[in-house]
């Protein structure tokens, strides 16, 4: 019997170090993040940069967003005052207003909504936006992984055959896992791609 008793980390506490997709040269890039205590809580992030060895492009987190963007409109409606609210699906560009039917007057008019950077993509890096480098597909689902240290705690999990984190820390990485990963049927699967994923990690390691 294996047992995985490790300790109810948060995704977030792996992303000091996340290998992503270099938005100019498509080649591996790092973002490394300072934290400011090591429980690498996300209130306690500091700086997070951006560097990419291949086409020499840096970039601080703030500087650019490279992700998707998604608006909301919380508004009277321009017309006859009924509640208008809408969100977008996540969009690449920014626009000043959106065109909106009012659902009591059917009255069409343009809004200005609120524009904030959609972090709900968890093949992104949670920082810039970027497409996660370590990711590899599992039937219809997406599997990625930060770095080499978040793919050895997911495959101890996966190996255990007695797991002690479930249900004991809400904000846990192993509490937030989708079914699909901590279903037993598909442990061999699963650590099947995460070995591709390691000797991946090995080769851009060696780059």
């Not at 000091?16 to 934290?35: G, N, R, S």
């Not at 840096?58 to 409109?73: E, I, M």
Request: positive net charge.
């Amino acid at each position: 019997m294996i047992r995985f008793d490790q300790p109810a980390y948060p995704t977030v506490f792996f992303s000091d170090l996340i290998y992503v997709v270099c938005p100019k040269c498509q080649q591996v890039a790092k973002v490394e993040t300072h934290f400011e205590n090591e429980s690498k809580s996300a209130s306690s992030a500091k700086q997070s940069v951006l560097s990419c060895k291949h086409c020499g492009l840096v970039s601080t987190a703030g500087q650019k967003w490279f992700g998707d963007y998604q608006a909301f409109v919380n508004i009277p409606c321009g017309n006859c005052g009924s509640s208008m609210v809408f969100s977008s699906e996540p969009v690449k560009q920014i626009s000043p207003n959106i065109c909106l039917t009012c659902t009591t007057c059917k009255q069409e008019r343009a809004y200005e909504p609120q524009w904030f950077r959609y972090k709900k993509d968890h093949a992104k890096d949670p920082y810039f936006g970027l497409d996660i480098y370590l990711q590899i597909a599992v039937k219809n689902h997406t599997l990625w992984l930060y770095n080499v240290k978040h793919l050895q705690y997911l495959r101890d999990y996966v190996s255990a055959t007695l797991r002690e984190d479930d249900n004991r820390h809400k904000y846990s990485m192993i509490t937030n896992l989708p079914q699909w990963v901590k279903s037993a049927k598909n442990r061999d699967l699963i650590l099947k791609k995460l070995h591709s994923l390691e000797q991946t990690y090995y080769k851009i390691s060696l780059k």
